[in-house]
């Protein structure tokens, strides 16, 4: 009679990872229309039109699930292997402005506020909350201010860590706290009446 050797781990199947921004497209907008209380992974799951058990191994936790997709949503808005180069660090910075629908910039109001309630519970989850939603914008900037270090348009003491952060910043602030869009009218005024001067420039009109 032929022993079956059970010491032998079975492979357990490979994750599937296709799907990914499925799911988090579809957290995102369960997010937006629930808050953050009011969200379960089984409605995400539904709304993917995927299983409940592979929400649960790729995201444990729900607030795991919000970070990722929030982190998402970031990475789609800028690339840093693809930036405008205009010349000017004003023109590029006012480059980067995409024009974004009414519904779009509700959407995303109700994102932020989610997240906002997610870490007033869990605030151990901050630096994650930072890493999506501060970073991917300053990590840019840092770029365009070194080349504007390099082509010697503002000078090379400028403070880029600091500076870099001004946008996101603000950005984070007017959403989550005001209640008002980021829209092209509050970056422009940003990058004239904050960020030119701070680095020592004149600001211009469009």
């Known amino acids: 009679m032929t022993q079956i050797d059970l010491s032998t781990p079975k492979l357990g199947r490979k994750r599937d990872h296709s799907r990914d921004a499925d799911i988090l497209d579809a957290a995102l907008e369960v997010l937006?229309?629930?808050?953050?209380?009011?969200?379960?992974?089984d409605m995400v799951a539904a709304r993917a039109k995927a299983g409940k058990a592979t929400l649960y191994r790729r995201w444990p936790s729900k607030a795991e699930l919000v970070i990722d997709a929030v982190a998402c949503m970031k990475k789609g808005a800028y690339s840093l292997e693809d930036l405008p180069d205009t010349g000017t660090l004003r023109g590029d910075l006012v480059a980067l402005i995409k024009p974004h629908s009414i519904v779009d910039?509700?959407?995303?109001?109700?994102?932020?506020?989610?997240?906002?309630?997610?870490?007033?519970?869990?605030?151990?989850?901050?630096?994650?909350?930072?890493?999506?939603?501060?970073?991917?914008?300053?990590?840019?900037?840092?770029?365009?201010?070194?080349?504007?270090?390099?082509?010697?348009?503002?000078?090379?003491?400028?403070?880029?860590?600091?500076?870099?952060?001004?946008?996101?910043?603000?950005?984070?602030?007017?959403?989550?706290?005001?209640?008002?869009p980021v829209d092209r009218e509050f970056l422009i005024s940003l990058i004239d009446g904050v960020i030119m001067p701070a680095v020592g420039l004149r600001a211009r009109a469009s």
């Open 32 to 41: 937006a229309e629930t808050g953050y209380d009011g969200m379960t992974i």
């Open 105 to 180: 910039a509700e959407k995303k109001m109700k994102v932020m506020a989610g997240l906002i309630s997610m870490l007033s519970r869990q605030p151990d989850l901050a630096d994650a909350a930072n890493a999506a939603i501060i970073e991917p914008r300053a990590s840019v900037n840092r770029v365009l201010m070194q080349r504007a270090i390099d082509r010697g348009e503002i000078s090379p003491e400028s403070d880029i860590e600091a500076l870099a952060l001004i946008s996101p910043s603000m950005a984070s602030y007017r959403t989550l706290i005001l209640k008002k």
